[in-house]
């Protein structure tokens, strides 16, 4: 074995290496084996392909989607400006949660292959893994139809004679084609998708202020706060008074998840695929919280600003959407032609985050193949190392978003952010259930010391944002419960994912009769350990030459 450099390290250990360490577990995922595939005998392996600029902007890319761009305006249009602001600052706390649990367990076990439902397995219970790997894939499947639906939206805009139909079918071949080829070229063009997000983001909010403080060129004046005085900071919802106004804020906080949900993720499922890895994600983590805080910020406070919430062209149950909320400030301004331009960066935007839902989802289809918990064929490689059976099958329920063609694109895209909220609320219950189990092993083991990556906290905040997201979860689709409101597809698409986990799970638990879970004495903190740290002690963090280097490293 190559001990001169980390590429020979990942090949593994003899697993007699670890026979000392037979007390710790009763559960061998991976002994002697740095990559999961090596460790289960199925599927071919990844290649570590992502740069750190690549893993910087693929979790940009993702969380900055149309959940910003798109999805605020029907929250605007709901409840206001007062509780779009403060449900974004609010899904923005527990988002830091979930990015510190996950990058604390990646960093300690970067292994190629490695998914979150891997982790679930081998540190809670092998049918809660199960659930969860359907889950999760579910939940990014449908958001990648999601996307393309938003798309679809996005392009209707410009009121071209072209179906809508086509336009989603340009939008799936291009995502399919940029997940089929190698790992890098992916992460290349989700670094140059995130990149014109970075850039329309970012003059987008230099842009709302100008036109808040008086620099519109038509008559408009000094907004201010106009709109938040007419119509109002808040519009109560299903009741009047302070009631309604916490439910405007509630049902805010709700439909903030879709914005948010599964993009931490991003930068875990990424781990196995990375170059330098404890390097890396401890840096794209620690950055990937503040920058959304400066974007959805800022972002759905200068929604607020210069859209008032009862203009008719926001998204809503009874309009379809044809402009993001930015669009439609850009065009009360009177600035003209910058609309188009920023329409057309809004629809790179979906693409980025319909690209990096379909890498994520793929991988988790691909992981669970070589956990034995989907059929082995989706742990097949093509010789770039991309799990190609995976990305086809992920894209296939892509195709979902031909639903548009018969219903309105508004109604579409409402019916897919609140399956797939409803399945990024569970899929953050598991992996903070996860976290726990991680850490209480580490500290029963006496390994706490060991971890490459600390966050602050812990372990109390875990615990008091597990019970927030269960709260949420269980309250998600509350306004269905008004008698006026009653609405058989809002209910299905609001609750149908928990008896469908719940099935998976208790299904899965009856059939192979597993326990409850894992003994923490028994959860395997040691396999596969040794190999990466062997890997990453080999790396060499590169020494910015001038002060632009050091810029650039700074950004990526």
Not at 26 to 32: L, R
Not at 351 to 365: E, I, K, M, T, Y
Not at 372 to 387: C, E, L, M, S, W
Not at 404 to 411: E, I, L, M, P, Y
Request: proline fraction near 5%.
């Amino acid at each position: 074995m190559n001990t001169q450099d980390g590429a020979g390290i990942e090949k593994g250990y003899s697993g007699t290496e670890y026979g000392k360490h037979g007390e710790y577990t009763n559960e061998p995922f991976v002994h002697g084996a740095a990559t999961v595939a090596e460790a289960t005998g199925r599927g071919g392996d990844t290649h570590r392909g992502l740069k750190s600029r690549h893993i910087q902007f693929l979790a940009l890319g993702g969380a900055i989607g149309t959940g910003l761009f798109v999805g605020s305006g029907g929250i605007l249009a709901l409840v206001g400006p007062a509780p779009l602001f403060m449900a974004y600052l609010s899904m923005m706390i527990v988002v830091w949660n979930v990015m510190n649990n996950l990058a604390e367990i990646v960093t300690y076990l970067p292994m190629k292959g490695i998914t979150i439902p891997y982790f679930v397995k081998r540190f809670v219970d092998p049918s809660l893994a199960f659930a969860a790997g359907w889950n999760y894939w579910y939940a990014y499947a449908i958001l990648v139809a999601a996307e393309a639906t938003a798309g679809s939206i996005l392009l209707d805009y410009w009121a071209t004679p072209v179906p809508a139909a086509a336009w989603i079918t340009i939008f799936l071949i291009v995502i399919l084609l940029l997940n089929i080829v190698a790992v890098g070229v992916f992460g290349e063009a989700e670094f140059w998708f995130a990149s014109i997000k970075f850039i329309t983001i970012m003059g987008l909010i230099i842009l709302g202020f100008v036109i808040m403080l008086g620099g519109s060129p038509n008559d408009q004046g000094r907004l201010g706060f106009r709109y938040w005085n007419d119509p109002g900071a808040f519009k109560p919802y299903l009741v009047d008074g302070s009631t309604g106004r916490f439910l405007a804020y509630w049902t805010a906080f709700v439909r903030a998840g879709f914005a948010f949900i599964t993009s931490p993720e991003l930068i875990a499922l990424a781990a196995g695929e990375t170059i330098a890895p404890r390097r890396n994600i401890p840096k794209a983590a620690r950055r990937f919280v503040w920058r959304l805080a400066i974007f959805y910020g800022f972002g759905s406070f200068i929604i607020g600003v210069i859209v008032p919430s009862n203009d008719d062209r926001l998204l809503s149950p009874t309009s379809n959407a044809t402009a993001s909320p930015f669009v439609i400030g850009i065009a009360r301004a009177g600035i003209g032609g910058l609309n188009h331009v920023i329409n057309a960066a809004v629809l790179t935007s979906a693409w980025s985050a319909g690209n990096a839902f379909l890498f994520s989802g793929s991988r988790v289809l691909y992981g669970m193949a070589l956990s034995g918990d989907a059929p082995k064929i989706f742990g097949k490689t093509n010789r770039n190392g991309v799990p190609w059976v995976a990305v086809v099958a992920t894209w296939s329920i892509g195709l979902l978003a031909y639903l548009n063609v018969s219903n309105t694109g508004a109604q579409v895209f409402t019916w897919f952010s609140n399956i797939s909220t409803i399945s990024g609320f569970i899929a953050w219950i598991v992996v903070m259930i996860t976290y726990i189990r991680f850490r209480k092993a580490l500290v029963h083991n006496n390994l706490l010391h060991t971890l490459p990556f600390k966050t602050p906290l812990q372990p109390y905040f875990v615990y008091f944002i597990l019970g927030l997201i269960i709260v949420l979860t269980l309250t998600n689709g509350f306004q269905v419960f008004f008698p006026r409101n009653w609405s058989v597809s809002s209910f299905l698409a609001a609750y149908i994912t928990i008896p469908i986990f719940l099935v998976l799970y208790i299904g899965h638990k009856i059939w192979f009769r597993t326990p409850f879970a894992i003994k923490v004495s028994n959860i395997d903190i040691i396999s596969g350990k040794r190999e990466m740290d062997e890997m990453c002690s080999h790396d060499k963090e590169p020494v910015p030459r001038n002060i632009w280097e050091k810029m650039w490293f700074w950004v990526a």
